[in-house]
């Protein structure tokens, strides 16, 4: 299968300070990119949807200017959590899909704010 | 009504035995349809995908899709400790993606 790759794995900062993190399409250009919010033991929660070269498109209750997103390239999506609060800390997934009707989801990247 | 209806359990079994997963899904426009295995902390793993109805088979893992009664289903054979994990399905259509809220399944040694 596709591999996407997403970094950091886990992160701990600081109340205030701006987190970004990095999901990258190895193998395969990705014509779209998602971005998921996860609890503990809850469902994926689509946070946003984003093509290359566009603006992102989010979810009700998303505030995007909270939760940036750039897609610069077919391969590479960020999303920069903003002055982070505690109730920001999640467990953040980003997936692409080949176009193919085919999705498949980075590793996650753990976020806790003090 | 949500697009995509999975029973969260949790589901618990003896190493070895026969494991069915269901989804029910309302929407009858062509579409994809695939199981996903998400271990604690880590992102979803693709484990099945189709499109027809009828079986599909990898290893221990058959999906079936029932497009008549809009059901599919995952089934492991021989179910081993290291398949406990939380299982998804998911459809798709027009490169978007619904998700069931995920069954959590323990294989007990």
């Known amino acids: 299968g596709a591999v996407v790759s997403q970094h950091p794995s886990r992160v701990i900062c600081k109340s205030g300070t701006s987190v970004k993190i990095e999901c990258r399409s190895l193998d395969f250009q990705a014509t779209t990119m998602f971005w998921y919010r996860q609890f503990p033991k809850k469902s994926l929660m689509l946070m946003a949807t984003s093509n290359e070269g566009s603006k992102a498109t989010y979810e009700q209750g998303v505030e995007k200017d909270k939760f940036l997103i750039n897609h610069a390239s077919l391969t590479l999506s960020t999303l920069t959590v903003t002055s982070a609060h505690p109730e920001d800390s999640s467990f953040y997934i980003c997936?692409?899909?080949?176009?193919?009707?085919?999705?498949?989801f980075g590793s996650g990247t753990q976020l806790s704010v003090l | 009504q949500k697009e995509v209806e999975q029973d969260p359990g949790p589901l618990s079994v003896p190493e070895g035995a026969i494991v069915s997963l269901n989804c029910t899904y309302s929407n009858s426009a062509f579409q994809y349809f695939m199981w996903y295995r998400q271990y604690s902390r880590k992102g979803p793993e693709l484990l099945m995908y189709t499109y027809s109805s009828g079986n599909k088979e990898d290893g221990r893992f058959t999906a079936q899709v029932d497009k008549s009664s809009k059901y599919i289903s995952l089934f492991i054979r021989d179910s081993q400790p290291s398949d406990s994990a939380t299982y998804l399905c998911?459809?798709?259509?027009?490169?978007?993606?619904?998700f069931g809220t995920g069954t959590s399944l323990t294989v007990i040694p």
């Open positions: 997936s692409a899909s080949t176009g193919a009707e085919k999705l498949f």
């Open positions: 998911a459809r798709s259509t027009g490169n978007q993606f619904y």
